[in-house]
């Protein structure tokens, strides 16, 4: 299958700070990406949708000041979680796909925030 | 939101026995995923069926849609130890080009 690559793969960083986590579509071009976030023992919940060189939409409830999503390419797109508190410390997984294929993960990124 | 609700939650079968986990979703969709978490990890992609499909195999795995249900089953079977795991449904819904999460099942295979 195709694969996408997500990094890093884990991150700790102080409150107040922003961090960045990149996901790349290795060995396709991907219309749409997706941002999702999982608390522990839970399911994945959508963040965002992003295509490449439009605006983000993102789903209810989701801060799009705070969690910024850039998808500058058909290959990348990135998430930037800014101004990190504590309760954003999270993993966070992306997903890549093209038209009417099946989606494509990131291996995730786990973020502490302390 | 969350599209599909996995049954069990949680279960724990003994090895070599057959699990089966169950989805139900509520609006058309185009196809439906499962999807495997071991605990902290990303996902690993195990079967997509589409919507005009029914059954699908891979290995000891055994996929089922019904559509007029809207409900999944997967099904592992002569579990192993390695199969423990989180197991999530993914959808699609006609129209839209989310993919949305069940709440998943926690698999335990007891030795």
């Known amino acids: 299958g195709a694969v996408v690559s997500q990094h890093p793969s884990w991150v700790i960083c102080k409150s107040g700070t922003s961090v960045k986590i990149e996901c790349r579509s290795l060995?396709?071009?991907?219309?749409?990406m997706f941002w999702y976030r999982q608390f522990p023992k839970q399911s994945l919940m959508l963040m965002a949708t992003?295509?490449?060189?439009?605006?983000?939409?993102?789903e209810q409830g989701v801060e799009k000041d705070k969690f910024l999503i850039n998808h500058a390419s058909l290959t990348l797109s990135t998430l930037t979680v800014t101004s990190a508190h504590p309760e954003d410390s999270s993993f966070y997984i992306c997903?890549?796909?093209?038209?009417?294929?099946?989606?494509?993960f990131g291996q995730g990124t786990r973020l502490t925030v302390v | 939101s969350q599209q599909g609700e996995e049954d069990p939650q949680a279960l724990s079968i003994q090895e070599g026995e057959n699990a089966t986990m169950n989805c139900s979703y509520k609006?058309?969709?185009?196809?439906l995923q499962w999807y495997r978490q071991n605990s902290g990890r990303g996902l690993v992609h195990l079967i997509l069926?589409?919507?005009?499909?029914r059954e699908k195999h891979s290995g000891r795995l055994r996929v089922t849609l019904d559509t007029s249900k809207k409900s999944s089953s997967l099904l592992i079977t002569a579990s192993r130890a390695a199969d423990t795991a989180s197991y999530f449904c993914?959808?699609?819904?006609?129209?839209?080009?989310?993919?949305?999460f069940g709440k998943g099942t926690r698999l335990h295979i007891l030795p």
């Open positions: 992003s295509n490449e060189g439009s605006k983000a939409t993102y």
């Open positions: 997903s890549a796909t093209t038209t009417y294929t099946e989606a494509f």
């Open positions: 069926i589409r919507s005009n499909e």
């Open positions: 060995d396709f071009q991907a219309t749409t």
């Open positions: 609006t058309s969709i185009n196809n």
């Open positions: 993914a959808t699609d819904a006609n129209g839209d080009d989310k993919i949305i």
